[in-house]
C-alpha cells in the first residue's frame, strides 16, 4: 500500500513540476515578436493539416490563435498559454488562456488551438470585455473529424469555430470548455 501511495505522490510532484515549469517558461519566453512568430507558424500547421480550417479562415472576422497551451493534471488540474487576435494580416491585441479542472485526471501535455470568429459582434465581444469564458458569450464549436465530416464553408452559423492541433502528451483528450481567455499586454 505504502509503494502505491509513493508512485501517486511522485506522479503528483512530477506532473505539478512540468505544469510549473511549462508555465514559467512561457510567461518568461513570450515577447510580441516570438508570440508573433510562433502563432503564424501555428496557423500554418493547422491549415496544412486541415484544409476546414483555412477554407474558414477566408471568412472569418478575426482569428485568436493560441499557439501553445500546456495542461497539466493529477486530480486538480490546470492549463495556461498566450496568443493573439488576428484581423487580416494585423495583430489587433495579446491574450491568455486559462483554465483549471477537477476529476479523474493524471498526466501532462500541450496543444495549440485557433478559435475562428465569424461574425462582427463575436469580434466586439472579444474586444469590448475583460475576458471571455469559452461557453459563456457568442456560439462556439470544437470542430472535431466528426463535425468537420459535415461542415462547409457554405453551412457555417455559429459566432465562433475551434479547431485543436498539435496535441502531445501523456493526458487523454483536450477541452476547451470553461477556458478564460483574458486580454494581456505585450
Same mark, same amino acid.
Given at each position: 500500500?505504502?509503494?502505491?501511495?509513493?508512485?501517486?505522490?511522485?506522479?503528483?510532484?512530477?506532473?505539478?513540476?512540468?505544469?510549473?515549469?511549462?508555465?514559467?517558461?512561457?510567461?518568461?519566453?513570450?515577447?510580441?515578436?516570438?508570440?508573433?512568430?510562433?502563432?503564424?507558424?501555428?496557423?500554418?500547421?493547422?491549415?496544412?493539416?486541415?484544409?476546414?480550417?483555412?477554407? /474558414?479562415?477566408?471568412?472569418?472576422?478575426?482569428?485568436?490563435?493560441?499557439?501553445?497551451?500546456?495542461?497539466?493534471?493529477?486530480?486538480?488540474?490546470?492549463?495556461?498559454?498566450?496568443?493573439?487576435?488576428?484581423?487580416?494580416?494585423?495583430?489587433?491585441?495579446?491574450?491568455?488562456?486559462?483554465?483549471?479542472?477537477?476529476?479523474?485526471?493524471?498526466?501532462?501535455?500541450?496543444?495549440?488551438?485557433?478559435?475562428?470568429?465569424?461574425?462582427?459582434?463575436?469580434?466586439?465581444?472579444?474586444?469590448?470585455?475583460?475576458?471571455?469564458? /469559452?461557453?459563456?458569450?457568442?456560439?462556439?464549436?470544437?470542430?472535431?473529424?466528426?463535425?468537420?465530416?459535415?461542415?462547409?464553408?457554405?453551412?457555417?452559423?455559429?459566432?465562433?469555430?475551434?479547431?485543436?492541433?498539435?496535441?502531445?502528451?501523456?493526458?487523454?483528450?483536450?477541452?476547451?470548455?470553461?477556458?478564460?481567455?483574458?486580454?494581456?499586454?505585450?
Amino acid at each position: 500500500m505504502s509503494n502505491i501511495r509513493g508512485n501517486v505522490f511522485a506522479l503528483m510532484v512530477a506532473t505539478l513540476s512540468i505544469f510549473s515549469l511549462g508555465i514559467m517558461n512561457m510567461a518568461n519566453a513570450a515577447t510580441a515578436e516570438d508570440l508573433d512568430k510562433d502563432s503564424r507558424q501555428a496557423l500554418q500547421t493547422l491549415y496544412k493539416s486541415n484544409s476546414l480550417a483555412k477554407d /474558414i479562415s477566408r471568412t472569418a472576422k478575426a482569428i485568436l490563435v493560441f499557439p501553445n497551451i500546456v495542461k497539466a493534471g493529477l486530480v486538480f488540474g490546470g492549463s495556461y498559454g498566450e496568443g493573439e487576435l488576428i484581423k487580416g494580416s494585423t495583430v489587433v491585441d495579446y491574450y491568455n488562456s486559462v483554465s483549471g479542472s477537477w476529476g479523474l485526471q493524471a498526466g501532462a501535455q500541450s496543444y495549440g488551438y485557433a478559435v475562428f470568429l465569424m461574425t462582427d459582434e463575436a469580434v466586439q465581444y472579444i474586444e469590448k470585455t475583460d475576458g471571455w469564458e /469559452i461557453g459563456v458569450g457568442p456560439t462556439i464549436v470544437v470542430v472535431d473529424e466528426g463535425i468537420a465530416k459535415n461542415l462547409s464553408t457554405s453551412s457555417l452559423k455559429e459566432d465562433a469555430y475551434a479547431f485543436i492541433f498539435s496535441q502531445q502528451g501523456l493526458m487523454a483528450g483536450v477541452t476547451i470548455e470553461g477556458t478564460k481567455i483574458t486580454p494581456i499586454k505585450r
